[in-house]
């Protein structure tokens, strides 16, 4: 069942598990977001000549 199946009740399980979900969802995304604009950065520096290693 999804949420937007007319059958679906938001009762307390679904609400833990959805939230868990997105909860979860959330902190890999975050995750991700940073290492991809960090990369991005780092990958900008080296081009530009900037060593600081």
């Not at 069942?1 to 009762?11: A, G, I, Q, T």
């Not at 977001?33 to 780092?42: E, L, N, Q, R, V």
């Amino acid at each position: 069942m999804f949420p937007f199946v007319f059958e679906w009740v938001w009762d307390l399980g679904h609400l833990v598990f959805m939230g868990g979900l997105w909860y979860a969802l959330t902190i890999v995304g975050l995750g991700m977001t940073y290492c991809i604009i960090k990369s991005a950065i780092d990958a900008s520096k080296e081009a530009a000549g900037d060593h600081d290693h």
